[in-house]
């Protein structure tokens, strides 16, 4: 459970660190199930699973300059190829914390994903907001854990978010990074009054959660480094989220509800309720 010093946090930022909370067993099971659905071993499969990014680029390894086919491998849905990772998207302190910080009794899973950046040729994931990418769901409020299957740092590819820019709004449009992956805004005017572009890592340890918001600036460099950064984010959506059929997404094959109605349905599973 999170303190009010916690809740004040995640408030400013929309961002927070929590607990470790998988033991290194636990985590060791996440890996073993991720490395069968990355070999098409399991009976049932996800709902996506493809590299995000196959594109050549050039990397400095062991002082050499070489070039790579760069790797982010995207597996949407990871829960329901694996029953170990439906458990785990219904861990009752990561959805207990979730649904404090949504400010709600009922959580469903909107989808979740694998995101894995295999050494030295692991590509970046560029600077978005979640929720811009998901105007099929409303209201903007939804909440994410990201828990780390190998310690996130710097040198592999960890995410990086922007403080306090869940406030801002839907930005998508103004995002831009330099060569360093250092996000700015292509219209600061646009920006509300004292906002500051300014990134922060975010570094999660091997069995820990970290939450973001679904307003806040994020994105994750490339994984140049001898490490695996396999992380598996749970995007969680509060009772009230309603169904708004604007664009395509992979999900809406999915949808068995009408527009404005709360996005239910088996694909989409609640997973906390005290209401
Ligand atoms: O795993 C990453 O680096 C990015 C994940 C992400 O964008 C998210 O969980 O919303």
């Known amino acids: 459970m999170l303190n009010a010093a916690q809740l004040a946090e995640f408030e400013q930022n929309g961002f927070l660190k929590g607990d470790v909370i998988l033991s290194a067993s636990e985590v060791d099971h996440l890996r073993e199930e991720l490395d ?8 049932k499969k996800p ?39 439906m458990q785990q998207c219904a861990h009752p302190v990561i959805c207990q914390e979730v649904a404090q910080l949504c400010k709600t009794d009922t959580l469903r899973i909107w989808h979740d994903q694998i995101q894995y950046k295999p050494p030295i040729t692991g590509g970046p994931t560029p600077w978005h907001q979640d929720h811009p990418l998901w105007p099929v769901i409303q209201p903007a409020d939804l909440v994410s854990a990201w828990i780390a299957l190998d310690d996130a740092v710097i040198e592999n590819g960890c995410m990086w978010m922007v403080p306090g820019s869940h406030k801002w709004g839907d930005q998508q449009k103004y995002m831009a990074s330099d060569d360093k992956f250092m996000p700015y805004h292509r219209q600061p005017g646009f920006l509300p009054e004292g906002a500051e572009v300014k990134a922060v890592p975010f570094e999660i340890k091997k069995g820990q959660v970290g939450y973001h918001h679904s307003l806040t600036w994020h994105g994750s460099p490339h994984n140049r480094s001898e490490m695996k950064r396999r992380g598996f984010a749970v995007h969680y959506m509060p009772g009230h989220t309603v169904y708004a059929p604007t664009s395509a997404h992979p999900m809406i094959p999915y949808v068995e509800v009408k527009e404005g109605e709360i996005m239910a349905g088996e694909h989409f599973p609640v997973v906390y309720n005290v209401g």
């Open 36 to 43: 069968l659905i990355l070999e098409g071993k399991t009976v």
């Open 47 to 85: 709902v996506l699973q493809h590299n995000m990014r196959p594109e050549e680029a050039d990397a400095l390894y062991k002082g050499m300059k070489m070039s790579v086919t760069e790797k982010v491998i995207q597996i949407v849905n990871t829960w329901m190829a694996s029953d170990a990772y």
